[in-house]
């Protein structure tokens, strides 16, 4: 589980790891610079994982701080990265 971070905890963390797609435009297509991993894919292990943080980390070779900057940004963009996952969740 990831705690409770304030406004400027997660600013730093979002302009620590996160940016724009060089090709695909689009909030929803940000990702975590470094090792270029979109926010939308990591969010979405992160629900298929039940919340567990330490799982996602593994998976795609992140530390807890990358995946807590993505779920940063995931919460100030929730609406279209929700939208971006819909098509790969089951009817």
């Known amino acids: ?31 975590l610079t ?7 894919a ?4 992160y629900k298929a994982e039940q919340s567990d943080a330490a799982n996602v980390a593994a998976a795609y070779h992140l530390s807890r701080e990358q995946v807590e900057a993505a779920l940063a940004y995931y919460a100030g963009h929730r609406e279209l990265i929700d939208n971006r996952l819909a098509p790969n969740q089951p009817a």
Do not use: F
């Not at 797609?21 to 909030?27: R, V």
């Open 1 to 31: 589980m990831i705690h409770t971070l304030s406004d400027r905890e997660s600013s730093v963390l979002i302009a620590r790891h996160i940016g724009p797609h060089p090709t695909n435009s689009g909030l929803d297509e940000y990702w």
């Open 34 to 40: 470094e090792p270029g991993v979109p926010v939308w």
């Open 42 to 45: 990591v969010v979405g292990a």
